[in-house]
T-cell receptor
Framework: AQSVTQPDIHITVSEGASLELRCNYS??????LFWYVQSPGQGLQLLLK??????LVQGIKGFEAEFKRSQSSFNLRKPSVHWSDAAEYFC????????????FGGGTRLMVKP | GAGVSQSPSNKVTEKGKDVELRCDPI?????LYWYRQSLGQGLEFLIY????????KSGLPSDRFSAERTGGSVSTLTIQRTQQEDSAVYLC?????????????FGPGTRLTVL
């Protein structure tokens, strides 16, 4: 069965600093990988996704992620964090042979210091 | 509508009562998912509908949970004889018809509190 691990439950960064959120997955084939963001009281918004091709994926709000097959990782990065980026971030893997239902990591809560 | 909508946004019920949660997917989307977000279990898949096919119920935690999708559009998740451990945010998502690689769009969720 597939699984997703987000090792960092909480991360605090200063506004303007760079950010990297870690995601490791376990899946027997080429995964479909996603990063979603959830602001308080809101649903999940897709930041970016990887299916195939270029392993560096650009998303919305200045985020990017890099798929590294050898490390089973799909880390999310942003060069300069804004206060509005404070939220919870979820990495997810889609099951290829089924309906692409998503298996989520536990989430990383990002706090941004002024 | 422009996005996935869910109602009610909040539901408080007493242990043992039945509840119904509603999801209106994006118009034209053929796939619909229910997920549950709880403190103890994180985000977990519950059930998946694709067109007129039989739903994939592999994520439902017990037979107290059921869901239906009428006319290939609106879906209702029903929890019978609610328990305190059912307290969670129930999220609905829909996906377009271009294939499995299409994005799942999530609604704002229904926060269920079982007293």
């Amino acid at each position: 069965a597939q699984s997703v691990t987000q090792p960092d439950i909480h991360i605090t960064v200063s506004e303007g600093a760079s950010l990297e959120l870690r995601c490791n997955y376990s899946y027997g084939a080429t995964p479909y990988l996603f990063w979603y963001v959830q602001s308080p009281g809101q649903g999940l918004q897709l930041l970016l996704k990887y299916f195939s091709g270029d392993t560096l994926v650009q998303g919305i709000k200045g985020f990017e992620a890099e798929f590294k097959r050898s490390q089973s990782s799909f880390n999310l990065r942003k060069p300069s964090v804004h206060w509005s980026d404070a939220a919870e971030y979820f990495c997810a893997v889609g099951v290829y042979n089924a309906g692409n239902m998503l298996t989520f990591g536990g989430g990383t809560r990002l706090m941004v210091k002024p | 509508g422009a996005g996935v909508s869910q109602s009610p946004s909040n539901k408080v019920t007493e242990k043992g009562k039945d509840v119904e949660l509603r999801c209106d997917p994006i118009s034209g989307h053929t796939a619909l998912y229910w997920y549950r977000q709880s403190l103890g279990q994180g985000l977990e898949f519950l059930i998946y509908f694709q067109g007129n096919s039989a739903p994939d119920k592999s994520g439902l935690p017990s037979d107290r949970f059921s869901a239906e999708r009428t006319g290939g559009s609106v879906s209702t998740l029903t929890i019978q004889r609610t328990q305190q451990e059912d307290s969670a945010v129930y999220l609905c998502a829909s996906r377009g018809k271009r294939g499995r690689t299409d994005t799942q769009y999530f609604g704002p969720g229904t926060r269920l509190t079982v007293l």
